[in-house]
């Protein structure tokens, strides 16, 4: 095991500055080299905020660097594959944000590349360090819900849809809506939870409905707006979306939408056993109602809530000091990215698609 490492952040944004420079500063293990963005003033900025390392505009300069061993890739989804793919195969290992990427092929190119190379390819997708998320896989795992026949995932919000007109908007950018950005947590943390059941078939339908009028569309606030463009900017990805999933363990459905004429936040995913069920409030708590003695439980478990994020880089960075994969590996994304495809396939031709 290296006793230290270097790391590089390629793109210094909202990501990177709340979650990934933080964990690696407080690593024992880790030291930043770089700080990379096409925007000079954010390399700039991270540089001076953190006192450590140079900052550089185009990624392919450090490229070459024989004692750089990893880099985070926090750059928009379009960016994702062709940057950790470069690095992968100039020897770095690489904790890239999650999606892993915009389409299945770019997933599959990833994965390829990883196992060709050796190299690790994590993906951000955070929940799976979550002590929330782990105790209840746990319980699954136990037994304590008996049989887990069906898990439905809420991902609803009222008036959501981030950066109108941006980056998030734009398929050619980010390969879909609510079910990219959100949806691929959800179910991510799903098929953890169940153990990665192997996925047979997927319907869904997704909706482009509110958004597209961006002019008129209104919201009480909008998050990352600052990427937002609702003049001359695009919009033309899902606002919301349904879908089913059959698995060879349990059945999956789910109701996400970044935007719905209905005022409601509702985040959770319910877990439903034959002896027992689990609803895991998103990013929170989880209530476990079970029944003993004649009598029907509803338990609030107490334990300490960990920051994920920084979980999750802690271990990148220890699994890369000892050449080893981790839990968030690229092989799980390729999963929900096949999910995730099959619903938009199934959505374009309405009807359901079998996922090999
Ligand atoms: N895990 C999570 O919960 C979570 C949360 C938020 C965002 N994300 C993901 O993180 C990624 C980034 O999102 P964000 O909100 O931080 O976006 P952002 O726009 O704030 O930051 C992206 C940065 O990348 C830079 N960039 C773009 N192309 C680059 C290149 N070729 N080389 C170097 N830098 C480049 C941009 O200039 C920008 O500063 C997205 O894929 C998003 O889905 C994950």
């Known amino acids: 095991m290296k006793e230290k490492i270097n790391v590089a952040v390629i793109g210094c944004g909202s990501i990177a500055t709340s979650a990934h420079i933080p964990a690696y500063m407080a690593s024992p293990i880790a030291e930043i080299k770089y700080f990379c963005d096409i925007i000079p003033e954010r390399a700039d900025a991270a540089v001076e905020k953190n006192g450590c390392g140079k900052a550089v ?87 304590v ?56 078939t997927v319907s869904g339908e997704a909706f482009s409905k509110l958004g597209v009028d961006m002019k008129n569309y209104l919201t009480t606030s909008m998050w990352a707006r600052e990427s937002s463009n609702i003049e001359s900017g695009t919009y033309d990805v899902d606002d919301s979306v349904v879908g089913l999933i059959r698995t060879d363990k349990a059945t999956v459905s789910f109701n996400g939408a970044w935007a719905q004429n209905i005022g409601v936040h509702e985040t959770y995913i319910d877990f439903m056993g034959d002896k027992g069920g689990i609803r895991l409030d998103y990013l929170g708590n989880f209530k476990l109602y079970t029944q003993m003695n004649g009598m029907l439980l509803e338990t609030t478990p107490t334990y300490e ?52």
């Open 57 to 143: 505009y185009d990624y392919h300069e450090i490229l070459d660097d024989p004692d750089l061993d990893a880099v985070s890739v926090c750059t928009h989804n379009d960016m994702h594959s062709v940057i950790s793919i470069d690095f992968m195969k100039h020897g770095k290992d690489v904790l890239c944000e999650k999606p892993a990427a915009r389409i299945l092929s770019e997933a599959l190119e990833m994965e390829k590349v990883s196992y060709e190379t050796g190299r690790i390819l994590s993906i951000g997708v955070c929940n799976r360090y979550g002590n929330n998320v782990n105790n209840v896989k746990k319980l699954i795992e136990d037994g």
């Open 305 to 356: 809530m960990n920051n994920i994020h920084r979980s999750e880089v802690l271990d990148f960075a220890e699994c890369v000091a000892k050449g080893e994969r981790n839990r968030n590996d690229i092989k799980y994304a390729v999963t929900t990215s096949k999910i995730m495809e099959a619903v938009y396939k199934s959505s374009a031709q309405h009807r359901e698609v079998v996922v090999d």
């Open 145 to 200: 819900l008996g049989d887990v026949h069906h898990v439905y995932a809420s991902f609803r919000a009222y008036r959501s849809i981030p950066g109108l007109g941006g980056d998030f908007t734009t398929f050619a950018s980010s390969g879909g809506g609510a079910l990219i950005d959100w949806g691929v947590h959800y179910l991510d943390l799903i098929m953890y939870c169940l153990g990665e059941p192997t996925v047979k």
